[in-house]
């Protein structure tokens, strides 16, 4: 049985990939961080007794700012494959944040990389290495964007994952590890955080449709993005190391939409014209914009033979049809007054 230690497993991405290597038979481990509510809602189902034997997630406390502890748990677990998806991942917040943003997302990966490395050569045995990088990094790089085009990013969060890109390189050109680099375009899912754009839309058209919030608030309408399924991205990562040799690789649909055609996708899969409910809130706005990725997978489709099953149209369908359920279930408790469920919850005028 292989086992596999993912960073970043309570994620959208981990919790998707550990389904995935689980049902290939894998016992996978996950690095989470401790706090002090639970935060494992995305893996609970896969969580079972760790007594039990038909237990295959194993959860372990971590963080990859502490490089120490990171050796730890590659000791004890011992992998096959570690995939490093663990980061602060939202841009936005990175131009407020940008000193933690790095120290976890660039010197994180560089602490992984140091641990399996130190590992790999006292013990001889061989790691696969995925680090999770982004087409964030092309930034203002013209479109359509492939693993030969200059990065140019504009985020301190892109900035990050260029220095993990190439620091994973560097791991494997100097100590010859098994390590790959994924450049994913936008990967979106119902499990995709609820402060992210795409989520934020599809939450608050649901909410708007039902009367309970009046305005979503939103910035650049007119960035264009590569967006597919979190589900079918986590199949990329895996072929990756399964690969006789390791590379780098783009993995995108080769579609772009604005910000403004998935909301009108999103508003009027419920009969509602999305231009009516949204405003424009300069906050939301980032210092430097990345106006255009379009990604040009033909590497992976070509060499793995990864090809994205879900459409465009079946994503945001997808993710409505969720988001509706839960707004109903919402608005059936408001309706009997149980409203103190929903303290702290974003209000109408929040978003």
Same mark, same amino acid.
């Given at each position: 049985?292989k086992?596999?230690l993912?960073?970043?497993?309570?994620?959208q991405d981990?919790?998707?990939?550990?389904e995935l290597?689980?049902?290939?038979g894998?016992?996978?481990?996950?690095?989470?961080?401790r706090?002090?509510?639970f935060?494992?809602?995305?893996?609970d189902h896969?969580?079972?007794?760790? *007594?039990?034997?038909?237990a &295959? #997630? +194993?959860l372990h406390y %971590?963080d =990859?700012?502490d490089g120490s502890?990171l $050796?730890k748990i590659?000791?004890k677990?011992?992998?096959?494959?570690v995939?490093n998806?663990?980061a602060?991942?939202h841009v936005r917040?990175?131009?407020?944040?940008?000193?933690?943003?790095?120290?976890?997302?660039?010197?994180?990966?560089?602490?992984?990389?140091?641990a399996?490395?130190?590992?790999q050569?006292?013990?001889?045995n061989?790691i696969?290495f995925y680090?999770?990088s982004?087409?964030?990094?092309?930034?203002?790089?013209?479109p359509p964007?492939?693993?030969?085009t200059?990065f140019?990013?504009?985020?301190?969060?892109?900035?990050?994952?260029?220095?993990s890109f190439?620091?994973t390189?560097? *791991?494997?050109e100097?100590? &010859? #590890? +098994?390590?790959c680099? %994924?450049? =994913?375009?936008?990967?979106?899912?119902? $499990?995709r955080?609820?402060?992210?754009?795409?989520?934020?839309?599809?939450r608050?058209?649901?909410r708007?449709?039902?009367?309970?919030?009046?305005?979503?608030?939103l910035?650049n309408?007119?960035?264009k993005?590569?967006?597919?399924?979190?589900?079918?991205?986590?199949?990329?990562?895996?072929?990756m190391?399964?690969a006789e040799?390791?590379?780098?690789?783009?993995?995108a649909?080769?579609?772009?939409?604005s910000?403004?055609e998935?909301?009108?996708?999103a508003f009027?899969?419920?009969?509602l014209n999305?231009?009516?409910?949204i405003?424009?809130?300069?906050?939301y706005?980032?210092?430097?914009?990345?106006?255009?990725?379009?990604?040009?997978?033909?590497?992976i489709k070509?060499? =793995?033979?990864?090809q994205?099953?879900?459409?465009f149209d079946?994503?945001?369908e997808?993710m409505i049809?969720?988001d509706?359920e839960?707004?109903?279930?919402?608005?059936?408790l408001?309706?009997a007054?149980h409203t103190?469920l929903?303290?702290?919850?974003?209000?109408g005028?929040?978003?």
């Open positions: 049985m086992k596999a993912i960073t970043g497993i309570t994620g981990g919790s998707y990939l550990a290597l689980i049902s290939k894998y016992e996978v481990h996950g690095i989470i961080r706090a002090s509510s935060n494992t809602g995305r893996i896969l969580l079972l007794d760790t *007594y039990s034997k038909d &295959k #997630l +194993f %971590g =990859l700012a502890g $050796r590659i000791e677990v011992q992998p096959e494959e995939y998806l663990g602060q991942s917040v990175s131009f407020d944040q940008p000193e933690y943003t790095v120290d976890v997302d660039a010197l994180g990966s560089l602490r992984m990389l140091e399996i490395r130190d590992y050569e006292r013990t001889g061989q696969r680090q999770a982004s087409s964030e990094m092309f930034g203002a790089a013209k964007q492939s693993e030969t200059l140019h990013p504009r985020s301190p969060y892109a900035c990050a994952k260029v220095y190439w620091q390189i560097n *791991y494997r100097s100590y &010859k #590890l +098994f390590a680099n %994924g450049i =994913l375009f936008n990967h979106e899912s119902e $499990r955080g609820e402060t992210f754009v795409t989520r934020k839309i599809t608050a058209a649901t708007i449709k039902l009367g309970l919030q009046n305005t979503l608030h910035g309408m007119d960035a993005r590569d967006w597919g399924f979190a589900g079918d991205y986590v199949e990329a990562m895996w072929l190391l399964q040799e390791a590379d780098d690789y783009v993995v649909t080769g579609h772009s939409y910000v403004r998935f909301a009108d996708k009027s899969l419920l009969d999305a231009a009516d409910y405003k424009i809130d300069p906050r706005f980032r210092p430097a914009e990345v106006d255009y990725l379009l990604g040009d997978a033909s590497k070509n060499q =793995l033979g990864w994205p099953k879900l459409s079946q994503l945001v997808r049809e969720y509706l839960h707004a109903k279930q919402e608005k059936t408001r309706d007054g103190s929903f303290v702290g919850a974003l209000s005028s929040q978003h």
